[in-house]
């Protein structure tokens, strides 16, 4: 009793943060409607974190997920989370869904857990896992799977559990891990995407679920999903001169800087403007 006390106390602490200065100080300009800021505690634990914030209202503003692999094994293949950016011409891109298996290199066949949706097409099958899913007006939700949001979701992607419900925090899982989350608001006009590296004791300790949720909030989010993390935590962008930049701090194998080959990405496309 005791433990679960000074944890809702320290739950308590978190959420009275979010009443303080911004979290993210400085927002700045990845593409039209893309924006991305960082932040770094140092309580309860050495935390840094990268936050990508996109408005789903953008013109010319789309979402993808990662494509089947045709008649290979399992659903999709295993690729870094930079090349899927360049493959598929995004300007930001995540992890998502959690997956099968582990591989040192990219290549392998992947069985993608939950709903994954690409340009309306089911990648993975629902399983039972909630999903962040988009429809036809590029609106955002964080939905149980149901057959609604089967027939209507044009991009969908899994996640281990809802951590924020209508503002509420319903995330549970204490252990500390690098986490990638999603959060969208009440509207689901805007996504906060959001990567917490971990693992790593003089860089970053990792976090809970909870403080996510916390976290998410305190950016506008009403829902959120925790996506896949550990040594998959990973967020890229497309840099001015064309290079992909790996924002944060992966650690695949337990080594410092790594990418990990997923099975499932969420990534951000904006078409040029016309003249």
């Given amino acids: 009793m005791k433990t679960a006390a000074v944890f809702l106390a320290g739950l308590l602490v978190l959420s009275a943060r979010a009443e303080d200065a911004p979290l993210v100080g400085e927002w700045k300009p990845v593409a039209a409607g893309v924006s991305r800021g960082s932040f770094a505690l140092r309580e309860p634990r050495l935390i840094r974190a990268e936050v990508l914030r996109v408005d789903l209202t953008a013109p010319g503003l789309s979402l993808v997920t990662t494509g089947?692999?045709?008649?290979k094994p399992d659903e999709t293949d295993a690729v870094v989370t930079s090349e899927f950016l360049r493959t598929e011409g995004c300007v930001a891109a995540v992890n998502a869904a959690p997956f099968s298996h582990v591989y040192k290199e990219p290549g392998g066949p992947?069985?993608?857990?939950?709903?994954?949706?690409r340009e309306g097409r089911m990648i993975s099958p629902a399983d039972g896992r909630p999903c962040l899913a988009f429809d036809r007006e590029n609106r955002g939700s964080v939905r149980d799977v149901d057959h609604?949001?089967?027939?209507?979701?044009v991009t969908a992607v899994s996640g281990f559990a809802v951590?924020?419900?209508?503002?509420?925090?319903?995330?549970?899982?204490?252990?500390?891990?690098?986490r990638t989350g999603a959060g969208v608001s009440a509207d689901g006009r805007t996504l906060w995407l959001l990567v917490v590296d971990g693992r790593q004791k003089t860089w970053s300790g990792g976090c809970t679920t909870p403080e996510m949720a916390v976290w998410l909030k305190r950016l506008g989010a009403d829902?959120?999903?925790?996506?896949?993390?550990?040594?998959?935590?990973?967020?890229?962008?497309?840099?001015?001169?064309?290079?992909?930049?790996?924002?944060?701090?992966?650690?695949?194998?337990?080594?410092?800087?790594?990418e990990r080959p997923s099975g499932s990405h969420l990534g951000i496309r904006v078409k040029p403007a016309g003249p």
């Fill in 110 to 117: 992947e069985d993608v857990h939950g709903l994954m949706v």
């Fill in 163 to 178: 951590i924020l419900r209508d503002g509420e925090v319903v995330g549970r899982d204490r252990n500390l891990h690098p």
């Fill in 68 to 71: 089947g692999n045709g008649e």
């Fill in 223 to 258: 829902d959120a999903i925790n996506l896949d993390g550990g040594g998959t935590t990973t967020m890229v962008v497309a840099g001015k001169d064309g290079k992909v930049e790996v924002v944060n701090r992966p650690i695949h194998l337990g080594i410092p800087g790594r």
């Fill in 148 to 153: 609604e949001v089967v027939k209507t979701a």
